[in-house]
């Protein structure tokens, strides 16, 4: 069956592709997200159920990676890995008796004893970059830069998280369908240098093993919705190309280049925004020039430790 993206139906209904933004600022839990789900995926049409079901299924990954990482002697986390991702792309994908495959999932982590991945806290904040970098517009574009520079063959798609995760998703699935291909593999490593604080890919012995076991027959590709500094990309590109992909130099593949984002301000501008921002409070007063035009934003975020993160709260 033909790929629909949500993100394609999203953007007919928001031809600006603004109105999701907001909906990144999230604050629950798993069961709440399946339950959720549960409701979004009958209800197709709904402007803010496709929301969801573009964000929820990457929150499930978020949800499940984060647990292992916190739990790594926990049971069964192999098969809660593999399940997460196989459940997202099939929502993504608007696959079958999906209201049941949720239920047997969520019946899968309590029958290997891990009711605290359903009860752990799931946080997400806005990032104006990253749902930028989800525009369908762009993602068409990836995809068919990534079809020049494999001819169309299986890959290993890998997506950074947490960031990556949804328009990784979206990629690699366009990818497939455009390349009538079932010999590709997806999967998400963890590599947040700024919300987490990463320093290095976080994998565990399941993730070397699985990619390990996969790269044969396969190109790989490593994706990040979007590149600042490209430190993040070029370090897991690295990372992964000397430790668990025997050498082979991996695609390196984004989204959008913010690198310039800022850039785009003028002299005065610039002034106004050091001025008005205030570094450790969570009041933002910022006037900014991007695509839309000249756009003042005044809003509540977290706290912003240093001027580069301001970048991820414009839109």
């Not at 169309?152 to 890998?158: A, D, E, I, N, T």
């Not at 699985?210 to 990040?224: G, H």
């Not at 590149?227 to 430790?243: C, I, W």
Request: glycine residues 6%; aromatic residues 10%; hydrophobic residues 35%.
């Amino acid at each position: 069956m033909a790929y629909n993206s949500y993100f394609d139906k999203i953007l007919k209904e928001d031809p600006f592709f603004r109105k999701g933004f907001k909906q990144q600022y999230y604050r629950g839990c798993l069961e709440n997200i399946l339950d959720e789900l549960q409701k979004d995926v009958l209800n197709v049409d709904d402007f803010y159920s496709m929301v969801r079901l573009v964000l929820h299924p990457a929150r499930i990954i978020r949800g499940v990676i984060d647990y292992k990482l916190s739990f790594p002697y926990a049971q069964s986390l192999d098969v809660l890995m593999q399940s997460a991702l196989d459940l997202s792309l099939e929502i993504y994908s608007l696959g079958q008796n999906l209201p049941l495959k949720i239920n047997e999932f969520k019946g899968k982590i309590n029958d290997t004893g891990n009711y605290l991945l359903l009860e752990n806290e799931i946080c997400q904040n806005v990032d104006g970059i990253t749902w930028k970098a989800s525009n369908p517009v762009k993602t068409k574009k990836t995809v068919e830069e990534l079809i020049g520079k494999t001819n169309k063959s299986p890959v290993l798609f890998v997506a950074l998280g947490h960031g990556g995760v949804a328009s990784g998703m979206d990629t690699y699935l366009r990818y497939c369908d455009m390349c009538k291909d079932n010999d590709s593999a997806f999967y998400v490593v963890r590599f947040s240098t700024r919300k987490m604080k990463d320093k290095i890919p976080c994998v565990d012995s399941y993730d070397i093993n699985y990619l390990k076991q996969n790269i044969e027959n396969r190109i790989t590709v490593v994706f990040d919705e979007d590149k600042s500094t490209g430190n993040t990309l070029n370090s897991a590109v690295s990372f992964l190309r000397d430790n668990i992909f025997c050498g082979i130099e991996p695609i390196g593949l984004i989204n959008l280049d913010s690198s310039d984002e800022l850039q785009n301000q003028t002299g005065n501008d610039m002034i106004m925004l050091k001025s008005n921002l205030c570094f450790g409070k969570k009041n933002i007063n910022v006037k900014i020039v991007n695509e839309y035009g000249v756009i003042r934003y005044q809003r509540d975020f977290e706290e912003i430790d240093d001027l580069d993160d301001l970048e991820k709260y414009c839109i």
